[in-house]
């Protein structure tokens, strides 16, 4: 099992290795987990003030439940919809490299600086997705770095309309 600051800054690189090695690991999981908390809680940081302590811990159990409905959504778009003749997977593995592809969101928090906000937001989310196309790349045993980013669209849309029926009532109150 490795370090997990290692694995995080591996990650974070957009070292493919990290990828397969915890794609490997069923005991990285937790780590995983890990990994996606401090990064919800990096960018609910950088709003302290607006959500409050309540609405932060909230926000992070949330954004437990939409990585493994990701993690679900991308396994089932990779594996079923556009498998290449190698593909292998399970919702275990895609946890765990997207899990771990949250790393770069933990930049976020230098958002806590108004005047880094927007910047450091746009840049978290290139380097996040740049980070999952490599997790899901590796994860689904492609060689195609195309395909794994046709898999994350397809999976963000089809994500995003789980997701609606969850965000229109926020919305409607606001």
Request: proline fraction near 3%.
């Amino acid at each position: 099992m490795g370090n997990i600051v290692d694995r995080m800054i591996r990650a974070a690189r957009l070292d493919a290795s990290l990828y397969e090695e915890v794609e490997a690991d069923s005991t990285a999981t937790g780590q995983a987990a890990v990994v996606v908390v401090l990064s919800s809680l990096a960018a609910g940081f950088s709003v302290p003030f607006a959500i409050g302590v309540p609405g932060l811990l909230l926000a992070t159990a949330f954004e437990l439940l939409r990585w493994l409905v990701w993690a679900v959504v991308i396994y089932l778009v990779g594996t079923k919809l556009l498998p290449e003749a190698n593909t292998k997977s399970d919702v275990g593995e895609m946890l765990r490299v997207l899990g771990f592809a949250s790393a770069p969101g933990i930049i976020r928090v230098v958002g806590a600086v108004d005047a880094l906000a927007g910047l450091t937001i746009l840049v978290a989310a290139v380097w996040m997705i740049a980070a999952m196309v490599v997790a899901v790349r590796q994860a689904l045993d492609y060689r195609s770095t195309a395909r794994a980013f046709a898999v994350c669209v397809i999976g963000f849309v089809v994500h995003v309309l789980i997701s609606l029926p969850f965000l229109v009532p926020r919305v409607a109150a606001s």
